[in-house]
């Protein structure tokens, strides 16, 4: 299992994959349309399962679930998101490490109705770091989410993706540019290659201060 990078034209590793993904049917992962999770699995299907469906939810938790009910889906999720530990133990039983790769997000950016800076922000508690640390923030579903909440009048700014203020029709106050992020994809045990690594002692003796 390579950590491939899957940006530009050529994707590094994809001329090498030899790992068979013909059997999932469905990517299950956050949405809804304009996620960042949407976009690297459209990228991971579009390299290891051309015929697979895209499923959008509203939370990973939720994805997870299905997930492990199903044989013949896998859960697409992002390092950063903030209870993937709790995904991974809760599900350990059912799925396994099947793939993981870096992908730059879409542009993040700090945008608003008025294209003034926001006194109210919707944010996923993945990047509210990007906010000011005195500015009130309401949590999101996903950044996506955050600015269909802000059209609906629920806060008057938002982080999100470039591609998710362009969509909703907000304007950008701040551009944080693309993030490399990592991407896990988990599946059914059956499907698991992972293998623990042996790694072997040095022989090399350092001298430990008295």
């Not at 299905?66 to 799925?95: D, M, T």
């Not at 609906?152 to 969509?167: K, V, Y």
Request: net charge negative.
């Amino acid at each position: 299992m390579n950590v491939a990078l899957m940006d530009g034209p050529k994707d590094q590793h994809s001329e090498n994959i030899t790992d068979s993904y013909d059997w999932v049917r469905k990517v299950h992962t956050l949405g809804p349309a304009g996620t960042n999770c949407e976009k690297a699995a459209l990228k991971w299907a579009a390299l290891k399962c051309k015929k697979a469906e895209l499923a959008l939810h509203e939370s990973m938790e939720r994805a997870a679930e299905q997930v492990a009910a199903c044989g013949c889906s896998v859960l697409l999720s992002v390092v950063a998101y903030p209870q993937l530990h709790s995904i991974i133990y809760e599900h350990i039983a059912q799925l396994g490490l099947l793939d993981v790769f870096i992908m730059k997000t879409d542009d993040m950016v700090l945008a608003s109705v008025s294209g003034q800076m926001p006194t109210l922000c919707q944010t996923h508690p993945a990047p509210e770091k990007l906010l000011p640390a005195q500015m009130q923030r309401i949590y999101a579903a996903s950044n996506a989410h955050a600015a269909a909440e802000v059209m609906a009048g629920r806060g008057d700014g938002c982080i999100t993706t470039l591609a998710a203020a362009e969509q909703h029709g907000l304007k950008v106050v701040q551009t944080f540019g693309q993030v490399p992020m990592g991407f896990t994809i988990h599946g059914p045990l059956k499907h698991a290659r992972c293998r623990d690594i042996d790694f072997e002692a040095s022989d090399h003796k350092r001298s430990i201060p008295q």
